[in-house]
């Protein structure tokens, strides 16, 4: 965990854009490491689905939230960063998630100004706590990462471009930005121009979020570095691919009314025990006989 941590530190302090595809469970994180990525975003809204079957609308506890990010964590060997959500609660609970989350292998978070529950930030009816409670958020949050692990990267994240408007939402990422995050996270701008102005604006590094048809417009990796964002997640690639593709082939299935042994759209069973590392499983065993 230590050296994880350790690598996204360096690689936060270290020009360049940090590319971060969405997992919503292990083995989707397996995937993008599998495929090359260094770093992946445990995605909260994948968690309600993939879990829960529902939308992202604070159905998941703290609990099982922290589950899936140990789960996520201990399955790969690049670094995590993690959906905090709204911290589970006030002050001494904040200082818990970030502690747990910590604890159970992430090396970064953020933690979000809605009132709980919360909701993705693609939907309508948001609504924020008040500005100073989540300074005090903020502040207990990096208190709490200071006390376990220094390299710890916390994000502070608001929605407030939805709720009260771009300029008050910048004014907000400035005060958060000064009471302790490593980064900002401005979610769900709405046009070009407020995707391109925000990295201008904030005094600390910069997150963008970029999902297949929600309110942000998508722009390619280089276009994101050049505008002066440090991360990139893109959280529901894998998870909208993986449905697409499920949907797919289970409709074949009922339509063949049996299997197929040459679906060009299925791993084989070979492959499959390659990613989720069988092969390295059985030598461990043949070891200790």
């Given at each position: 965990?230590?050296?994880?941590?350790?690598?996204?530190?360096?690689?936060?302090?270290?020009?360049?854009?940090?590319?971060a595809?969405?997992?919503?469970?292990?083995l989707?994180?397996?995937?993008?490491?599998?495929?090359?990525?260094?770093?992946?975003?445990?995605?909260?809204?994948g968690?309600?689905?993939s879990?829960?079957?529902?939308?992202?609308?604070?159905?998941?506890?703290f609990?099982?939230?922290?589950?899936?990010?140990?789960?996520?964590?201990?399955?790969?060997?690049?670094?995590i960063?993690?959906?905090?959500?709204?911290?589970?609660?006030?002050?001494?609970?904040?200082?818990?998630?970030?502690?747990?989350?910590?604890?159970?292998?992430?090396?970064?978070?953020?933690?979000e100004?809605?009132?709980?529950?919360?909701r993705?930030?693609?939907?309508?009816?948001?609504?924020?706590?008040?500005?100073d409670?989540?300074?005090?958020?903020?502040?207990?949050?990096?208190?709490?990462?200071?006390?376990?692990?220094?390299?710890?990267?916390?994000?502070?994240?608001?929605?407030?471009?939805?709720?009260?408007?771009?300029?008050?939402?910048?004014?907000?990422?400035?005060?958060?930005?000064?009471?302790?995050?490593?980064?900002?996270?401005?979610?769900?701008?709405?046009t070009?121009?407020?995707?391109?102005?925000?990295p201008?604006?904030?005094?600390?590094?910069?997150?963008?979020?970029?999902?297949?048809?929600?309110?942000?417009?998508?722009?390619?990796?280089?276009?994101?570095?050049?505008?002066?964002?440090?991360?990139?997640?893109?959280?529901?690639?894998?998870?909208?691919?993986?449905?697409?593709?499920?949907?797919?082939?289970?409709?074949?299935?009922k339509?063949?009314?049996?299997?197929?042994?040459?679906?060009?759209n299925?791993?084989?069973?070979?492959?499959?025990?390659?990613?989720v590392?069988l092969?390295?499983?059985?030598?461990?065993?043949?070891?200790?006989k």
């Amino acid at each position: 965990m230590d050296n994880k941590t350790k690598r996204l530190r360096k690689t936060f302090e270290t020009p360049g854009l940090i590319i971060a595809p969405g997992a919503h469970d292990a083995l989707t994180a397996k995937l993008i490491e599998h495929v090359g990525f260094e770093v992946a975003f445990h995605t909260g809204y994948g968690t309600a689905a993939s879990l829960l079957g529902a939308p992202d609308v604070g159905l998941v506890s703290f609990y099982e939230m922290v589950e899936r990010v140990r789960y996520i964590a201990h399955a790969v060997d690049i670094p995590i960063f993690a959906d905090g959500d709204t911290g589970y609660g006030g002050i001494v609970n904040v200082q818990r998630t970030v502690k747990e989350y910590i604890w159970a292998g992430a090396s970064g978070m953020f933690i979000e100004d809605q009132v709980w529950p919360k909701r993705c930030g693609h939907l309508e009816g948001k609504e924020l706590i008040p500005q100073d409670e989540m300074v005090g958020k903020i502040r207990a949050a990096y208190d709490a990462k200071m006390e376990v692990d220094p390299d710890f990267i916390l994000g502070a994240r608001t929605d407030a471009i939805s709720v009260y408007g771009f300029e008050e939402a910048i004014k907000r990422a400035n005060i958060y930005a000064q009471a302790g995050a490593d980064f900002i996270f401005l979610d769900a701008p709405e046009t070009e121009k407020q995707v391109r102005d925000i990295p201008k604006l904030i005094e600390k590094p910069v997150m963008l979020n970029l999902i297949e048809g929600g309110r942000t417009p998508l722009f390619t990796f280089k276009e994101v570095e050049d505008m002066g964002y440090k991360i990139l997640a893109i959280p529901l690639t894998a998870l909208y691919s993986a449905t697409r593709a499920m949907l797919s082939a289970l409709s074949k299935l009922k339509e063949r009314g049996g299997l197929s042994l040459n679906d060009e759209n299925m791993v084989t069973f070979k492959e499959f025990a390659d990613i989720v590392g069988l092969p390295e499983i059985l030598k461990r065993e043949k070891r200790y006989k």
